[in-house]
């Protein structure tokens, strides 16, 4: 497989990178990047088979000229909503499957419109496989799988967790802060009720996850809470949160508050935001105390065996603990299932990755080599009775986070 790896430099796709080329199915890996000096370091220090090349995300004619002798482009140029629709239109015209990291819902959206066109040009593509979306959703599938008739599902991720890539020197923010800014600000997509709405973003949210009792969060804008419903038709309500210590949550709040007014542009509030970030880490014993979401979960609710109950399942072990390695190595897990789960149309992880296998795959990417089945840590509450599906140990998660 020959992969061209677009944005490759920065160090979500670095991390991506790293894992396809030393794959034995991938033959060759070109770093495509707009800093060519970038790309040609990341390309040295990944051996034989990877090389470098320029590449402008805004030029249509040579992104589909580029793709055309490629199986497959990773996609890390972001923020989505100004690079996704472009770049997977640029891939369906040259007849190359695409996967990317997309995490903001509306480009989910339009990208999913691109479905005839790509089913037509016989192209795969696989949209939203990082952190989250990606193995969120794939969480949301076993909690999911729990109960025979499924009726809300959530997913959340803990913002302390892992800090943000370090964006080009002279290049403005991180892409990703940028769209954290633009999914906490004016009104975010969620379904509800089984119709997709706006709601205004940051509000607060209430649920009950088994063995860690009554949480709450604040909605964030992100596909997963615009695109379960396609693989669960029951769903009635998605929602997507962040979980984070006060001072985190009072910072977003008050840029949004910002952002909204007019005040501040969205790259003006994620420099402002990228300046106080350790106001967002959070400590591991934080992290994994009682009453704290984990990194990265999901809780379904729905009825089984003719009852209510509730399923809650947690990434129990991790790539890294940075966005680039939580991110960009499911994405290249993901890249590398797609051939033996290829169908042409544009896809979510959660309509074409099954769980299984790609916690499977990732487990070799994971620190310590965890046997798949410790991946994921399922509790289930059944009429009020908690029931530990699968226990899971933090001491290595503890001892690697510790300063």
């Keep these: 497989m020959r992969v061209l790896a677009l944005g490759g430099a920065g160090e979500m796709g670095a991390a991506a990178a790293a894992v396809l080329a030393a794959a034995g199915s991938v033959t060759e890996v070109v770093i495509a990047d707009r800093d060519l000096s970038r790309a040609t370091a990341v390309a040295d220090s990944l051996g034989a088979k990877v090389s470098a090349r320029r590449s402008d995300a805004t030029d249509h004619a040579g992104l ?43 480009p989910t959206l339009r990208m999913l419109e691109l479905g005839e066109q790509a089913e037509a040009a016989g192209v795969c593509a696989l949209i939203g496989t990082g952190a989250s979306p990606g193995i969120a959703s794939m969480l949301a599938v076993r909690a999911a799988r729990e109960l025979d008739t499924v009726e809300t599902i959530l997913t959340g991720w803990n913002i302390g967790a892992a800090p943000p890539e370090t964006p080009y020197p002279g290049t403005g923010p991180s892409a990703a802060v940028v769209h954290m800014m633009e999914q906490i600000s004016g009104t975010i997509p969620m379904l509800r009720e089984g119709r997709l709405v706006r709601r205004p973003a940051l509000e607060k949210v209430e649920w009950i996850h088994p063995g860690l009792g009554t949480l709450s969060g604040r909605t964030v804008g992100h596909p997963e809470a615009v695109t379960l419903h396609r693989a669960f038709p029951s769903l009635r309500d998605s929602t997507n949160v962040c979980v984070g210590d006060k001072a985190a949550l009072t910072l977003l709040a008050g840029l949004r508050r910002f952002i909204d007014a007019g005040a501040l542009t969205l790259d ?48 129990a072990n991790t790539p890294g603990f940075t966005m ?80």
């Design 64 to 106: 589909v000229t580029a793709m055309k002798r490629f199986d497959l482009v990773v996609n890390t140029v972001g923020p989505f909503f100004r690079f996704g629709v472009p770049v997977l239109t640029a891939a369906i015209e040259a007849g190359c499957d695409y996967i990317d990291i997309c995490d903001d819902p509306e």
């Design 268 to 315: 003006r509030a994620a420099r402002l935001l990228e300046r106080a970030e350790k106001l967002l880490s959070t400590t591991t014993s934080d992290i994994f105390k009682q009453g704290t979401p984990p990194p990265l979960f999901a809780v379904a609710t729905g009825i089984r065996h003719g009852s209510p109950g509730i399923a809650a399942t947690i990434l």
């Design 324 to 403: 680039a390695a939580a991110t960009g190595v499911p994405l290249a897990v993901s890249a590398l299932l797609i051939p033996a789960a290829r169908r042409p149309g544009v896809h979510t992880q959660e309509t074409l990755i099954d769980p299984d296998d790609f916690f499977t795959a990732l487990a070799a990417h994971c620190i310590g080599s965890p046997p798949p089945a410790r991946m994921t840590a399922t509790t289930t509450s059944w009429a009020g009775e908690l029931e530990n599906k699968r226990a899971f140990d933090t001491s290595l998660l503890t001892a690697l986070m510790t300063p």
